[in-house]
Each structure stands twice: as C-alpha cells, then as structure tokens.
C-alpha cells in the first residue's frame, strides 16, 4: 500500500468517525409540537393589556403561566385572572373573572374557561353580581359570555341556578333559559 492509498483510508476513516459522531450527538427533539408539545413561547407571572381595534383596554390579564401553540397560535393559561373594565353604556363596575384554565383562539375573539369559574362585577346602582360555573366562554370583541353547563348567577335579593346562560358584559344583563329562581333577602 503506498503513501497515498493510507492517507485515503486515513481521511475516509476519519469522515465516517465525523458523521458517526454528528449522528449519536443529534438531539432526539426536534423542537416542533408534534415531537414534543414544545410550544414556541411561554410566560410566567405576567399581567397583560390587551387593547381592540380602537386602541381602548379590551381586558387585562395576569396569570402564573401563558403558553402558545406554534402550530394554531391558541394559548393555554393557568388560574387566569381577567378583568374588563366597564364601557360606560350601562354603568358599573369592571368584571373580575378567574378560572382554573383558559384557552384562547388564535384571533383572541374567543376565552374558553375551565374549571371554578367565577366572575364578579357591580352594577350602575354599585350592587354586586357574581356569575359561578365550571365553564365559561367569553367573547372579548362583542362583550359576550355563553355557559352550556350549570350556572348560579347571584344578586342582592335574588338567586339564579340554570344553565344555557347568555350574558351581555356591557349592559350586565344575564339571560338563563332554563332557570329557578329565588329571592332572598341576604343573597350576596
């Protein structure tokens, strides 16, 4: 064997040593969701403005951890707290709504929710109104919220259990189609 021959077999040994080496070291996540569920952004005890169209407050959030889907842009949240400031139309208070989760939609039009649901406001008059369920939906662009599950909407004097809610956020009028109602004195 000449000279030549052992430096070939010399440097066809050390690109195969190379590729071996870039190969075992390669990592075994590729970082997309599909191999792991990495999201592609994550935040951790946060407050949020979030403005609409106009530039005005939409809501504000503040939660322990957001995390976003890079795939459909959605954002899971853990025990979110929003609040949404009032629009003046009817007067009151703004809404201070937690949850266990929430998922919102890529547009952001839609919050799902999930898990000990309670909303609380006051009305033009200052009186409290508390909503509580296990699942709400909010409809941030039109100050919307909808409930298929049972709901207990609690007024001073009156007590509301039912489900199918539709509420406007704006005027803070709640409608339950399938409800029982009762008037106490003390509902708070």
């Known amino acids: 064997m000449s000279w030549r021959g052992l430096i070939t077999a010399f440097l066809v040994l050390g690109a ?3 590729g071996w080496a870039l190969w075992s070291q390669r990592s075994k996540d590729h970082g997309g969701p599909a191999a792991g569920g990495r999201s ?3 935040l951790n005890d946060f407050e949020v403005v979030v403005l609409d169209k ?3 407050e939409s809501f504000t959030l503040r939660a322990p951890k957001l995390t976003r889907d890079p795939n459909v842009k959605t954002m899971d949240i853990a025990t979110p707290t929003f609040l949404i ?3 003046g139309e009817a007067g009151g208070g703004a809404w201070e709504v937690r949850s266990k989760a929430a998922w919102v939609s890529a547009k952001a039009d839609e919050v799902r929710l999930r898990g000990a649901v309670k909303a609380d ?4 008059g200052g009186k409290p109104i508390s909503i509580t369920s296990e699942e709400l939906n909010v409809f941030p662009d039109t100050n919307k919220a909808t409930s298929a599950v049972p ?3 609690v007024q001073p004097g009156t007590i509301m259990t039912g489900s199918g809610l539709q509420a406007d956020l704006d005027t803070k009028n709640v ?3 399938n ?6 004195a003390k509902a708070r």
């Open 16 to 18: 195969l040593a190379s």
């Open 40 to 42: 592609d952004y994550v």
């Open 54 to 56: 106009q530039g005005k």
């Open 85 to 87: 400031p009032p629009t």
């Open 121 to 124: 406001s006051t009305n033009a």
């Open 151 to 153: 709901v207990k909407v």
């Open 175 to 177: 409608n339950i189609p």
């Open 179 to 184: 409800v029982k109602v009762r008037y106490e």
